[in-house]
């Protein structure tokens, strides 16, 4: 639910959430999506960044969950961290080991099986490449989830774009065009250009006739004069930038000098 990675996640804090700043909600308030409160994590791959994300109500519900999970399961021990070790817990003062941790993310996904619209297996292990998809980018940066939600249809619209743009830059350019050459340009992978087979079949139509590319005109003499005349204003500009920082200068050290002469002739 937030993307964030798996060391991340291991050392959250034992209370991790904070609150929005004008933004109290009532209790029994009905969860309806929106961003309730900060998620605090240690950093770990970024300096600079402030440590915080918007979270939903479902994330507050799972962290208080296990609050609640250590306290009856370890009654004795004042935990320093949200997730601790099952069979070693040393008080409460390491993390969960990342190893115990895999090994439960699998057996997710052994239990589930969940799949994408293509039949690939879509892992619990994996889901930290989602922090980089532009729908978590939109969450993280404040866009009220049902906004994102509605934001799926221009993304394949986009994408549509970019690659058709890619085929036809890489033909003006005399590149060779092909599935591999328009994916590198697009910055996509093989797998999308493949299901928009309208622009698949393009690429292919002009896989093998590469283009002539374009070589820009020569510059002419009219071209020279216009770029000396430019460089001369832009030097006629300099030189009048100088005199005047001169001027002004002379100006504020005579201001001093007025401002000290009247401070001599003030009576105390």
Sequence with gaps: MTGRRASEILTL???????IPGAE???????????????????????????????????????????????????????????IGVKHQFRGREPRPYATYRASLAQLDRIHGLTDFAGQPLKFTQTHRLRHTRATELLNDGVPFHVVQLSGTPRSEDTRKRIDAARRTLKKAGQPVNINAVA??????????????????????????????????????????????????IRDKDEQIHRLRAELQAQDRALAAAHAEIERLTPP
């Design 13 to 19: 804090d034992h209370d991790p959430i904070e609150a």
């Design 25 to 83: 909600r009532p209790p029994g308030a009905v969860d309806d999506g929106t961003f309730v409160a900060k998620l605090r994590y240690q950093q770990t791959k970024v300096d600079g960044v402030v440590p915080t994300i918007l979270v939903e109500q479902a994330v507050v519900n799972v962290i208080r969950e296990q609050q609640q999970w250590l306290t009856d399961t370890f009654p004795g021990v004042d935990s320093k961290y949200l997730f």
């Design 184 to 233: 590198a340009k697009a910055g996509v992978s093989r797998a999308t250009i493949y299901r928009h087979p309208d622009l698949a079949d393009r690429i292919r139509a002009q896989r093998n006739t590469p283009s002539t590319p374009v070589t820009p005109p020569a510059p002419t003499s009219t071209d020279d004069s216009v770029i000396h005349a430019l460089r001369r204003t």
